[in-house]
């Protein structure tokens, strides 16, 4: 199962934002870096 690219830049955000599980949140990275998702993510986290 795939989920969009909006759903993982919340997923991530939030990941952050509730500073969960280091290695949850480097496997959400894994897949933002794998989508060339990066800049979307820092401005998206930024506007949150």
């Not at 993982?8 to 949850?24: I, N, P, Q, R, V």
């Not at 897949?31 to 998206?44: F, G, I, P, S, T």
């Amino acid at each position: 199962m795939k989920i969009s690219d909006k759903e993982l830049m919340d997923a991530y955000a939030a990941a952050l934002k509730l500073a969960l599980d280091h290695e949850l949140i480097q496997l959400l990275e894994e897949e933002v870096d794998k989508r060339k998702l990066r800049q979307l993510v820092e401005n998206y986290s930024i506007e949150q």
